[in-house]
């Protein structure tokens, strides 16, 4: 008798498991209603750590953080200088442009379903659904965040819709980039008059309005023509197998 409850059981479970993974609506009700547990996780052992850290190590972390921030407010304030003197010459000229762009930190809650990798909510306090924006891991670009369901979603380099622009090598040949698979990227639509080759670092080129120019993308690994084009395919630098903290493009002006 056993036997067969615990084996009804074991089905009842690989049934629900199986329509789990490849159902989307039952899914959004499950992982809608984690993200507020993951959240005040996620606020609840910060604080704590952070508590702990005051705790044992305020003497060195306070040491240690009066010398970065003096750091910081260095790097900022020449920053800063070279925005506003930079901007002052934009208005000398008559031009239209500026330098002040806005980047914020915001923190993963989950995968938007399992099994999927390449796609999660993250939290951030505004969010304008009606932009695209770019995503930054360091100095690493980790793919594009988008409005979904009426939340912040933020597709990674692996995802197919992930796309952005990019140069190829010293020699800037322009293309769009996106999800290949999951470990990889591919770089379309490079004019064949531009020269190309295999190890070309690929950054990005800043034309789409989500990144600055020069954040780093990958590197190439192969070459393939395609209908009056070549293609590229890149080995990524951001690895989205840990997905956490991002910095998220606001503004790039």
């Known amino acids: 008798m056993n036997r067969e409850v ?28 984690t993200n507020g547990i ?18 044992f190590y305020q003497k060195d972390t306070i040491i240690e ?14 920053f800063h200088q070279v925005a506003t003197e930079l901007n002052a ?3 000398e000229n008559n031009s239209s442009l500026k330098v002040a762009p806005k980047v914020e930190l915001v923190r993963t809650i989950s995968y938007v379903k399992f099994g999927d990798i390449n796609r999660v909510w993250i939290d951030t306090p ?10 930054v891991h360091q100095e690493n670009v980790a793919g594009i965040v988008i409005m979904k369901e009426g939340r912040p979603m933020a597709l990674l380099n692996g995802a197919l819709k992930s796309s952005y622009a990019v140069y190829v090598g010293p ?52 070459i393939e023509q395609s209908q009056g084009y070549q293609n590229a395919i890149l080995e990524p630098y951001y690895n989205a197998s840990h997905p956490d ?3 998220l493009i606001k503004s790039i002006h």
């Not at 993951?38 to 705790?55: C, D, G, L, P, Q």
């Not at 953080?65 to 020449?78: A, D, P, Q, V, W």
């Not at 505004?126 to 995503?135: Q, S, T, V």
């Open 171 to 222: 020699n800037k040949a322009p293309g769009i980039v996106h999800g290949l698979n999951s470990d990889k990227l591919i770089v379309e639509f490079i004019p064949t008059w531009i020269k190309i080759k295999i190890g070309d670092e690929v950054l990005t080129s800043g034309l789409d309005n989500l990144f600055f120019a020069g954040l780093k993308v990958g590197k190439v690994l192969s």
């Open 89 to 91: 010459l934009f208005i």
């Open 126 to 135: 505004a969010f304008d659904n009606k932009e695209i924006y770019g995503l």
């Open 38 to 55: 993951k959240k005040s996780y996620h606020n609840t052992t910060a604080s704590i750590n952070h508590s702990f850290n005051e705790h």
């Open 65 to 78: 953080l009066r010398k970065e921030l003096s750091r910081y407010e260095e790097t900022h304030l020449i």
């Open 6 to 33: 615990l084996s009804i059981f074991f089905l009842f479970l690989v049934l629900f498991g199986t329509a789990l993974y490849f159902s989307t609506g039952l899914q959004r009700p499950i992982l809608s209603m």
């Open 245 to 247: 903290y991002f910095h």
